[in-house]
């Protein structure tokens, strides 16, 4: 099987007022590591703020904003190490990569967060036509608004970085700290309705939605990172562009036997292309190296394994791998439609 790979994927940036650059692994990868290590500095800092804050206030959402900081610091402990760990190169033993080290660490935060979302909602569940009210409520309000000012910095920092080096890790550690802001913001409309306006179970309700929140996010992280693990194909859409821009060159009769699927931040794709069977070897190779380089420019950093042959041949029995690729991603697209 001839091999055409896509090599180290390279980063593109753009800082504000700078020209767009070539980035090397090694200088994105510092990058990464930077916008890692300014999340565990953030949530280091929150953590300690709303544990005095949970005990000055006795508050459900407050408790249930120190639960998702808590977790917002093992992920971004838990990010910072698969940053290092999927950034490594291929080795001996691990010919693919080490992409699948974030959809690990994800699985891992997503227990964390599970068991964190059924505790606050007991929790609330109890309070709910219970006794007490949160008390000392200017310092809820005053960590929130801290909070959150302190997040949107982190926010913006993690958004030239995500710009910088593409990082799939950083992006989704980006949009949990986005979705903070407006956990903060419930938690102060809890306490003002609660301890102010005197609107009873007011906390605890905000608490309950909290945990379902927090259930919601680790249940769609669950599922990303399990797709990952299964190595899941790419989304019809995408799948779609790529055969286009592969299907460009005159010299190619069809392509069968698309395989993709994404490991970290890479992807990864493999298919054979049908050629002219009186085409020479060296014509041959000539064709691939034309279909990588297109497709680099279209997808920057993808690594791609392409197999030749004769035209109309298939070598397996797979009725999948058999299809011509274009009429089985116009099928599933067509069923994928209908289910709208």
Known sequence: MARVAGGPACCSHEWPGDETAVMTPTEGGALNRGAALASVSVALILSALKIYAVWRTGSIAMLGSLADTGLDLIASIVTLIAVHVSAQPADHEHRFGHGKAEALAALFQVSMISIAAVGIMIRSIERIGGAGEPTAIGYGIGVSLFAMALTVLLVWYQGRIIRATGSVAISADNLHYRSDLALNASVIAALVLE??????????????????????????????????????????????????????????????????????SQDLVQFHMWVDPAMTMAKVHEVMDEVEAALLAEFPGIEVLIHPDPEGHVDIKDPIAGRDAHDLIADLKAAEDSRK
């Open 195 to 264: 301890a102010m306006l005197h609107v009873h179970g007011a906390d605890a309700l905000f608490g309950l939605a909290i945990g379902l929140w927090l259930a919601w996010g680790a249940w769609k992280t669950a599922v990303h990172a399990i797709d990952q693990l299964m190595d899941k194909e790419w989304p019809v859409a995408k799948r779609e562009q790529f055969l286009a821009v592969a299907s460009r060159h005159p010299a190619l009769a069809g392509i069968h036997d698309l395989r993709t699927r994404t490991s970290g």
